[in-house]
């Protein structure tokens, strides 16, 4: 019987610490979204991260999150679901966890206008979500009065010229962006590899 991991959070170069949740029964993706979730493919695929993701979802959900809040506590940052996305059952750990965790920003990105603002309305100043957008969003999703970040963006794809719009995500893989792309002035720098990664940035967790 699987225990749970030694270490609760994931880790990768480039966004830091992150808690890390499975796509099936989470994800809400949009036609763009599906075509380039990178969690489909690759190390976030393979049996053991998804059985840890799995297991992240159910301990999230539970009664007691000690061993979170310990590995959180010293973190300058940490990414909230670095892949899958977030359910509202998480939603009451993640406010205990920020404020045991004061120093701590928990940030991230989500697909649900509905568990952003469940988070935002917090206003904790350690916690915050942005709603991800790209062409294929829903209108409901588009409406959301919060802070936008846009992708994944292909070489066709029109960023509005939108105050909400914090960050631009190009369709990237494996470290290349997709060919033919052009630079928007809203780009990740560490997607262009300008940067050692998000907490070299900052722009996706300092906005607040």
Known sequence: MYKGPRHILSENRKTGWSIDLPLKGHCRPTPNCSKACYAKRGPQSWPLPVRKHLW?????????????????R??????????GDLLEAHVPNLISLAKECHKTRFWGMTRKVEIAQLINNARLPNLRLLVTVDPTSTLDTWNHRGKLCFGPRHPQDRVPRDSRILAVFPAHYSGRVESGMTRHQKDCPGVWHETSGCLACGRCFSWW
Request: hydrophobic share 35%.
């Open 56 to 72: 992240m979802s159910q301990y999230l959900a539970g009664p007691d999150i000690s061993r979170l809040i310990d590995e959180c």
């Open 74 to 83: 010293h973190l300058r940052a940490v990414r909230l679901s670095g892949s």
